[in-house]
Structure formats: C-alpha cells, structure tokens
T-cell receptor
C-alpha cells in the first residue's frame, strides 16, 4: 500500500538547470496537487489537477509547469531552476477536490538549488 | 476566500501534560475542517476531520478537536502528550466548489521530559 510516491527524495541542482519531479498515486484518486513547503510559510499550492486532463494554477505557479500524464501520475517541472525554488516539494492526491475530501501526501522531495 | 490562522508558531509542553493547538478559520459557509500532523522528514498525515454533526471529533493517536462556530475555531486537543507527538501540526479548511484545501502555516510542537 504505497499511497503517494515521489521521486527523487533529494536533489541538488545548479541555477538554470531543469528538473522534473515525479509523483504517482495508487489509490485511484481523481485529483492531484503539488505544494511547496518553506520555513514559516506552511504549505503553498503550486498547481493542481482536479481530474485527468485538467490542470489549474495555485497560489505560487510562477517558474513551474505541470503535466497530468494519466490518472496515476502528476509531474512538476522546473524549466530553469532558481535559488528561490529551494524548498521541500510535496505531492498529494484526493478522491476529488471538493471541500469534504482529505488529501493524502507523499513523503516529499527536498530540492536545493545552488 | 477562505483562510486559516494558527496563532502559535511553536509550543513546548511536558510529557504527560495536556495539549491544545489553536486554529481559527475564515469561511462564509459551513466549513469542512481538517488537522494534519507532519513528523520530521515525512509527509502530512490526516489526524481528524469535521464535516458536520457532532462538534467534538475524535481522531487517531488520541487526538480530538472541537468545532465552535461562534468562535470560528477548530482547536486540537490531547489529554496527555507523549514524546512521539513532537511534530508539526497543520489545520486546513475545505472551500466551496472545485477548489483544494487551504492550509494554515503550522504549529511546531516540542515535548520535553
């Protein structure tokens, strides 16, 4: 029972490099999310996908792109990494995005950009 | 738009003491409320949720939370804290329509002997 799996767990990049963070869920959930977590800032939503084939911007989408590859997978891409994107990234999923649905989280990707 | 405030950034309690973590929300309609816990190096785990009905909600690990509409609060409580409860705790509110949860900034709990 893996739940939400994120790869890689750790990554160090140089400024300007590109990187794709992978996320997969095995709960047959319709909705998936990408958050970043920074000290004192809590969780901030980057992008989400309410259902397969749709994506929407969250609170902090600049500098990121996403792809909902299929129902299971939702990737986050940094096209040209910047030091301000150093953070811990969490992927989450839920049955639907409706307000009553709790989210299930992966263990995070710790990304450092030098 | 909905919002969540967790007034306490960091709380320290002694093992065996009681705990209350505060959460205030802002939302026009009936809220759907959640508490999550994050252990170091881990993702968030759902502790409990409130949808409707009984305003006192029981969760996992001996936690409970009480919804008070008049105070726009959903405080998390535990009668006796264990050292393993040291973690970060997040309150979240579910908005209307097709939008994701909104999270508070979190409260870090330290437990001392």
């Amino acid at each position: 029972n893996a739940g939400v799996t994120q790869t890689p767990k750790f990554q160090v990049l140089k400024t300007g490099q590109s990187m794709t963070l992978q996320c997969a869920q095995d709960m047959n959930h319709n909705s998936m999310y990408w958050y970043r977590q920074d000290p004192g800032m809590g969780l901030r939503l980057i992008y989400y996908s309410a259902s397969e084939g749709t994506t929407d911007k969250g609170e902090v989408p600049n500098g990121y792109n996403v792809s909902r590859l299929n129902k299971r997978e939702f990737s986050l891409r940094l096209e040209s990494a910047a030091p301000s994107q150093t953070s811990v990234y969490f992927c989450a999923s839920s049955e639907t995005p409706l307000r009553a649905q709790p989210q299930h989280f992966g263990d995070g990707t710790r990304l450092s950009i030098l | 738009a909905q919002s969540v405030t967790q007034p306490d950034i960091h709380i320290t309690v002694s093992e065996g003491a009681s705990l209350e973590l505060r959460c205030n929300y802002s939302y026009g309609a009936t809220p759907y409320l959640f508490w999550y816990v994050q252990s170091p190096g881990q993702g968030l785990q759902l502790l409990l949720k409130y949808f409707s009905g009984d305003t006192l909600v029981q969760g996992i690990k001996g936690f409970e939370a009480e919804f008070k509409r008049s105070q726009s609060s959903f405080n998390l409580r535990k009668p006796s804290v264990h050292w393993s409860d040291a973690a970060e705790y997040f309150c979240a509110v579910g908005a209307g329509g097709n939008t994701p949860l909104v999270f508070g900034k979190g409260t870090r709990l330290s437990v001392i002997a």
